[in-house]
């Protein structure tokens, strides 16, 4: 039996050639250096439109967005299912929280929220969405010719960079978070996609920094490919376009190392050679 087409979520499109463009951003060691102190990152006055009645449950949990932390808002046996990640139970729910609103500030410079709406077009169902914006490199990648002018294209140049989020929050009937998808919604650009692998590569809790980022690349890249596919390439079929393009990279790299490797040898033996004839003519 043939395996089922890939969904493509939000998580897709990195655009074209992700695949160069991710390998050229920071590696899997990317956030071990020292922690950046950001002021007030989360701070939902700014931009913030709750349209829900008052001080119901509701209002509450939006004032806790986009990291519910307050235990009483999180029913016991809550589920998460969001980028890279899904968690059962309130206690993994809320460690997951409380990791992301404490490291995101510090792992991205000049982390900040803004532009949270809330709105519920239906009992025990809220939605949100809200920005994230912060600074990061760019990558050495072809594609930087595909910025605005105002952008600098060098490698290694920090700039601001932003990405919106979107969650579906269903209540119990006690009001409590009963489960929260979250996904990220933006666009196709290279700022989009320097944007979507930062932030994911900073949303990394437990798992060991290579694998994080190995994760980080191929999700991201199967959701790609599914997406430009129209959602008609099985899993099979994108597992093994990814692993083509894996492997073709690493034979370009590769052929590439051997290139400069061979000419750096001439270049030697032409000089050496240069040498000796006029140690021999002296």
């Known amino acids: 039996m043939a395996a089922a087409p890939r969904r493509a979520t939000a998580l897709s499109g990195l655009g074209k050639g992700s695949l160069l463009l991710l390998l050229g951003c920071r590696g ?11 002021s ?13 009645a008052a001080q119901s449950p509701e ?21 998460y299912e969001g980028p890279l990640e899904t968690l ?4 993994s729910y809320l460690e997951a929280m409380s990791d992301w609103r404490a490291e995101l500030p510090q792992r991205l410079e000049g982390f900040e929220v803004s532009e949270l709406e809330c709105w519920q077009l239906q009992p025990g169902l809220v939605t949100a969405r809200w920005r994230v ?4 490199p760019l990558p050495p990648t072809p594609r930087l010719m595909d910025l605005p002018e105002d952008v600098p294209k060098v490698p290694g140049a ?7 989020l979107r969650a579906e929050l269903t209540l119990d009937a006690a009001g409590r978070v009963a489960r929260h998808e979250e996904a990220i919604a933006a666009g196709f650009g290279v700022l989009d996609a320097v944007a979507r692998y930062e932030l994911l590569t900073a949303r990394r809790r437990e798992a060991d920094p290579i694998s994080w980022y190995w994760k980080v690349l191929k999700e991201t890249s199967l959701e790609e490919m599914a997406f430009y596919s129209n959602n008609q390439a099985t899993d099979d079929e994108l597992e093994w376009r990814f692993n083509e393009m894996v492997l073709r990279n690493f034979f370009y790299g590769a052929a590439l190392g051997v290139f400069f490797w061979i000419t750096l040898k001439l270049t030697i033996m032409a000089r050496m050679a240069n040498l000796l004839e006029e140690q021999q003519g002296g």
């Not at 990152?41 to 913030?48: C, D, E, F, L, T």
């Not at 939006?62 to 589920?79: K, Q, R, Y």
Request: glycine share 4%; proline share 12%; no cysteine.
């Open 40 to 52: 007030a990152p989360w701070a939902p006055s700014r931009g913030v439109g709750l349209r829900l």
């Open 158 to 164: 920090m700039v601001p960079v932003s990405t919106t």
């Open 28 to 38: 899997p060691w990317a956030f071990f250096a020292a922690p950046r102190l950001n």
């Open 133 to 136: 914006s912060f600074l990061a």
């Open 88 to 91: 059962k139970g309130r206690e």
């Open 59 to 79: 209002a509450l949990l939006a004032e806790h967005l986009p990291f519910p932390f307050d235990e009483s808002l999180i029913a016991e046996n809550v589920t």
